[in-house]
């Protein structure tokens, strides 16, 4: 039985077809310490898609103890993260069910509640959010998801809230400004506005810019 040090040198080779050979084998077969290093070199090297592939058979073949689901499950998840990258929403949401068919972990129900967004699907997005919300009720993340939720539904007033709560990522900061914006709160979207700018300088002006690019951006109410 190949070994994960071969693996590791048939990369080092230059050999990914042969690297992925080895590690159908190790798959199908190996113990799970063997395995879960031979996953995480196949992690290294950018091989997602075969992996989860690999995955998969080895699930299949001999099944998968306790400690393999949850390295299973994040493989899956950032699976569905390229998909979405590529605007593949629904073939994000089949694996994100499948890795928490796997292991329920609240990473992957935000990335669950990203994908519904990105599809509208708003109700099951907020009910995804909450179920995060009730295990880390402080996370910027999923807070910063409930406010867009609430916004791209129509309910900018309660989406101010949730995004104040978010932090001052440029993220959260540009959403509350275009929240403040849409309430005619002009005053204080223009406090947002100076916060982002001088807290992501690197970042604002092109965000701003990309914005307003909008015909229907609610930054346009704001003066210059």
């Known amino acids: 039985m190949p070994t994960p040090d071969d693996i590791r040198a048939a990369f080092d080779a230059g050999e990914r077809s042969h690297a992925r050979r080895l590690a159908k084998e190790l798959a ?82 935000r990335n669950m509640a990203s994908a519904l967004l990105h599809k509208g699907e708003f109700v099951t997005a907020l009910a995804e959010i909450d179920a995060v919300l009730s295990i880390e009720p402080d996370d910027p993340d999923s807070l910063l998801l409930l406010g867009i939720a609430r916004y791209q539904s129509g309910d900018p007033e309660l989406a101010v809230e949730p995004l104040e709560a978010a932090g001052s990522s440029a993220d959260a900061l540009l959403w509350l400004l275009k929240t403040l914006c849409l309430l005619r709160r002009l005053d204080a979207a223009r406090e947002v506005l100076t916060r982002l700018k001088l807290e992501h300088a690197d970042r604002a002006d092109a965000m701003i810019e990309i914005e307003l690019q909008e015909p229907g951006s609610p930054l346009h109410t704001l003066d210059g």
């Open 28 to 109: 199908c077969s190996a113990e799970a310490y063997t395995w879960l290093v031979a996953a995480e070199i196949l992690n290294e090297h950018g091989m997602t898609a075969p992996l989860v592939d690999l995955w998969r058979k080895r699930r299949e073949v001999q099944g998968l103890d306790r400690t393999e689901k949850e390295p299973f499950a994040t493989t899956l998840n950032s699976y569905s993260l390229e998909h979405m990258r590529e605007g593949r929403a629904d073939e994000a949401l089949k694996l994100l069910d499948e890795a928490l068919e796997e292991h329920d972990m609240p990473f992957i129900r």
